[in-house]
């Protein structure tokens, strides 16, 4: 029997004969559960199926669960001895920064309370109030003044009579 090669569409066996190439069996076909997406993906029901999956030695596949936001992979070593490899990631849609930092600024717009604005009839009781703090504050300023005036007065005089005494003294 002659060697069959499948990659070629046609070729000749030992007497001369073209044949067409067999198909090749895939065992997967028999279980028509899984079938592989665009981008490599098996698509899978359950994680229980990702992990009953047959994977080659050496090889990685990638799983995506059809019933729920997540995706695994399972990974063989190079021995059929070696325990597989599974991982299971969650997937989560993240929203554009600029989108999210504008929901944010609303939601604190919305917490902070109104402005209020003040009315003129507001502002007359707040005008008498400075008004008469600053007439307190100019009798405060007198009182201060007075007292200045008197404590220099004071000073002059305690100087004087101490330079009185110290030239009385020189003059003994």
Same mark, same amino acid.
């Given at each position: 029997m002659a060697i069959q090669y499948p990659m070629y569409n046609n070729y000749q066996n030992q007497f001369g004969m073209v044949q067409q190439p067999q198909s090749i069996i895939n065992p997967m076909q028999n279980q028509g559960q899984f079938q592989i997406q665009n981008g490599g993906f098996v698509s899978v029901s359950s994680e229980e199926d990702a992990r009953r999956y047959p994977v080659a030695?050496?090889?990685?596949? #990638?799983?995506?669960? %059809?019933?729920?936001?997540?995706?695994?992979?399972?990974?063989?070593g190079?021995?059929?001895l070696d325990r597989p490899l599974f991982e299971k990631?969650? *997937?989560? !849609? =993240?929203? +554009?920064? %600029?989108?999210? &930092? &504008? =929901? !944010?600024?609303?939601?604190?717009?919305?917490? @902070? %309370?109104?402005?209020?604005? *003040?009315?003129?009839? +507001? *502002?007359?009781? *707040?005008?008498? +109030?400075?008004?008469n703090i600053q007439t307190k504050i100019k009798e405060i300023d007198s009182v201060l003044e007075g007292l200045k005036s008197s404590c220099d007065s004071s000073v002059k005089q305690i100087?004087?009579?101490?330079?009185?005494?110290?030239? #009385?003294? %020189? @003059? !003994?």
């Open positions: 030695p050496g090889n990685s596949v #990638t799983f995506k669960n %059809e019933n729920a936001p997540y995706v695994y992979t399972k990974t063989m190079f021995s059929q990631f969650r *997937l989560v !849609k =993240e929203e +554009d920064v %600029e989108v999210q &930092e &504008e =929901e !944010k600024s609303q939601a604190i717009a919305s917490k @902070a %309370e109104p402005i209020k604005y *003040l009315m003129q009839e +507001d *502002l007359s009781p *707040l005008v008498k +109030d400075i008004k100087t004087t009579t101490k330079s009185a005494k110290n030239s #009385t003294k %020189e @003059a !003994k």
